[in-house]
């Protein structure tokens, strides 16, 4: 069993890594769930609740690779932010989400011939890519309110 986790530790730890990512996101977004406010609640507070129970999920995934891998999934959080601005919850969103995809790539590059576990993070890394550019998109919106929001208070004033 030693040389087993020996042998997978730079594996077990990129994934613990990642592990703490995802634990990160989940208590982000659970934060930003209940105190989203204004008109985006209804359609913000949703979203960042789906995507709570998402990152835990992945957590749980990738934890049950790094027993079956000999190691020990962490229970080590990542660096979590709070806002009570939409536009900065986002921000903080993508940061971590970025974050995250960064370490399923790290993990494949030292997956090695392991087809299941490369396969799961091939469908992370799709997923974690796929929430970064959804965020992208989000942002850009809210920052072109804002703009507008912005400059109509500016000429009315």
Do not use: C
Request: charged share 25%; no cysteine; hydrophobic share 50%.
């Amino acid at each position: 069993m030693v040389a087993l986790v020996m042998k997978n530790a730079p594996l077990i730890d990129a994934l613990n890594r990642a592990i703490a990512l995802e634990h990160a996101a989940g208590l982000q977004y659970q934060h930003q769930a209940l105190v989203v406010r204004g008109l985006w609640r209804p359609v913000y507070a949703p979203r960042f609740a789906e995507a709570s129970q998402e990152s835990f999920g992945h957590a749980e995934l990738f934890g049950q690779k790094v027993v079956a891998l000999g190691g020990v999934p962490t229970l080590e959080v990542a660096v979590t932010k709070q806002s009570l601005v939409l536009e900065e919850m986002l921000e903080h969103a993508l940061d971590v989400e970025t974050k995250a995809l960064d370490a399923y790539r790290q993990a494949l590059e030292l997956a090695g011939d392991d087809v299941a576990l490369t396969t799961m993070l091939e469908d992370q890394i799709k997923a974690e890519t796929d929430d970064v550019e959804e965020l992208e998109l989000l942002l850009s919106e809210i920052r072109s309110v804002v703009s507008r929001r912005d400059a109509a208070l500016r000429s009315a004033s």
